[in-house]
T-cell receptor
Framework: DQQVKQNSPSLSVQEGRISILNCDYTNSMFDYFLWYKKYPAEGPTFLISISSIKDKNEDGRFTVFLNKSAKHLSLHIVPSQPGDSAVYFCAASTFYNTDKLIFGTGTRLQVFP | DAGVIQSPRHEVTEMGQEVTLRCKPISGHNSLFWYRQTMMRGLELLIYFNNNVPIDDSGMPEDRFSAKMPNASFSTLKIQPSEPRDSAVYFC??????????????FGSGTQLSVL
């Protein structure tokens, strides 16, 4: 039972354009969401997060949008760079168990020149 | 400042053998997590500890899997006997766990396990 879903296993984007990675969740108790980035042969590293009291959080080229009614969040990367090529994982936690992160299956982003 | 340290980086074993994966969390972090990454299921939480005590092991797939945390600086994940379907990348992660605060996890580099 996948509570956090990333339905696109891969995405290919040209350098300089926008990358949009999507994530859907089923548990209405989730109130904190994170994106992690993973390069080959390395562990995932934290990228950006958003609390359910917000609908947008921005950090440089990265912006996360949250639509609570649709149980959907997205990560926008503008402009995309070749170094952004990695696997991106969406994760979520609940207010009653802030320490336990549930991850999605990941989306492999490839940014080509 | 050392991050989460996992060993070995790679493990190749034969079906039926015992496998032990090791993890040293970041000093001062109170929570430790074991995740497994597969193509089909992404990053699955297997078990996590808070202050060395197992809190939730509902993700442990079978009785063949066991995890221990004898002290704040060391944890093991053991598979006995191992099977080919256990082949995956196993990650250990830790977090500061400062109470009711959303914390991010810090991951190790993982152990690539291949069971032949």
């Amino acid at each position: 039972d996948q509570q956090v879903k990333q339905n696109s296993p891969s995405l290919s984007v040209q350098e300089g354009r926008i990358s949009i990675l999507n994530c859907d969740y089923t548990n209405s108790m989730f109130d904190y969401f994170l994106w992690y980035k993973k390069y080959p042969a390395e562990g995932p590293t934290f990228l950006i997060s958003i609390s359910s009291i917000k609908d947008k959080n921005e950090d440089g080229r990265f912006t996360v949008f949250l639509n609570k009614s649709a149980k959907h969040l997205s990560l926008h990367i503008v402009p995309s760079q070749p170094g952004d090529s990695a696997v991106y994982f969406c994760a979520a936690s609940t207010f009653y168990n802030t320490d336990k992160l549930i991850f999605g299956t990941g989306t492999r982003l490839q940014v080509f020149p | 400042d050392a991050g989460v340290i996992q060993s070995p980086r790679h493990e190749v074993t034969e079906m039926g053998q015992e496998v032990t994966l090791r993890c040293k969390p970041i000093s001062g972090h109170n929570s430790l997590f074991w995740y497994r990454q597969t193509m089909m299921r992404g990053l699955e939480l297997l078990i996590y500890f808070n202050n060395n005590v197992p809190i939730d092991d509902s993700g442990m797939p079978e009785d063949r899997f066991s995890a221990k945390m004898p002290n704040a600086s060391f944890s093991t994940l053991k598979i006995q006997p191992s099977e080919p379907r256990d082949s995956a990348v196993y990650f250990c992660a830790s977090s500061p766990n400062r109470g009711n605060v959303n914390e991010k996890l810090f991951f190790g580099s993982g152990t690539q396990l291949s069971v032949l």
